[in-house]
């Protein structure tokens, strides 16, 4: 199992509000998976599906969407917000599943992974043993999406020893009291980790868990998918497919990961 990171119950309560802050993200990243599954029409998983982001909006365009997660206060957060959008079956789509075990008996016409969720596996045997899982589960001529945040030589060699991140208030989503979250971090350069701690404190409650990232280049990316069996793919710099121009900052990169 890799290293818990969004298990804890806080971030079902506070993830959309972050990625309302993160709008445009959101956006480019739905464009990019709305137009590469538009000619996908058999059954579409979404690895570490989160609060629904992406799959409730894909289900509600007509993709036969699935999803799991690890962490049940995120599908918690999905299962409400479907159910407020009259979705029935919402429970036979997700489940509570991990990266590297997920089991389905059935194979998909595309799998995807969005807003940068492969860099949550923390070790290159976790990152293999997911990839050759959603080999297994992609169904011949079936693709991969997924879009991940490249590492930049520069942003790696100029960052602090220590990130301090400032607070942050969120609103409960039930009682409407605020919380308050920040992030500290630093980089582990013997294992390629991001180590960033999270600190929650609501009424007299406080809480702090780790939230541990791998940073990832673009040719160890493609040596990982080659190991995990696939042969071809194409990956870009937007959503829109403007090349991908790797430079010395993080680069933001879309990649579309063919099965035979
Ligand atoms: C950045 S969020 C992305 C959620 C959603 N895909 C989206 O784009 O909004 C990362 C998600 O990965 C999930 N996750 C982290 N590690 C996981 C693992 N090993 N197996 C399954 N899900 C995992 C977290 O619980 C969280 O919901």
Not at 28 to 46: K, R, W
Not at 111 to 118: A, D, G, S
Not at 206 to 211: I, R, S, T, W, Y
Request: proline share 4%; glycine share 6%.
């Amino acid at each position: 199992m890799s290293q818990p990171n969004y298990e804890s119950k806080w971030w079902g309560y506070i993830y959309d509000q972050m990625m309302e802050n993160l709008q445009e993200i959101v956006d480019n990243n739905m464009h990019f998976y709305q137009a590469n599954l538009q000619d996908v029409s058999g059954p579409v998983l979404e690895c570490a599906c989160g609060t629904g982001i992406f799959l409730l909006p894909l289900l509600a365009a007509g993709h036969d969407m699935h999803g799991f997660d690890i962490s049940r206060s995120m599908l918690a957060t999905l299962t409400r917000k479907a159910k407020e959008q009259g979705v029935a079956d919402i429970e036979q789509r997700i489940s509570v599943q991990d990266f590297q075990s997920f089991r389905y008996d059935q194979q998909f016409a595309a799998i995807t992974i969005p807003t940068n969720t492969f860099l949550m596996l923390t070790t290159q045997a976790a990152q293999i043993k997911t990839l050759q899982n959603i080999y297994a589960h992609l169904a011949p001529g079936g693709k991969f999406l997924l879009d991940i945040r490249l590492a930049g030589l520069r942003d790696l060699v100029e960052a602090p020893i220590e990130i301090q991140g400032q607070w942050y208030t969120w609103k409960h989503p039930e009682t409407g009291l605020p919380i308050r979250q920040r992030i500290v971090g630093r980089q582990d350069f013997n294992h390629q980790l991001t180590l960033d701690h999270c600190f929650i404190e609501y009424e007299a409650e406080a809480e702090d868990f780790p939230m541990t990232g791998r940073w990832i280049f673009k040719e160890e990316f493609q040596l990982l998918l080659r190991l995990a069996g696939f042969q071809h793919w194409a990956s870009f710099g937007t959503p829109a497919r403007d090349p991908l121009e790797i430079g010395l900052e993080e680069t933001r990169s879309y990649w579309i990961v063919y099965k035979e």
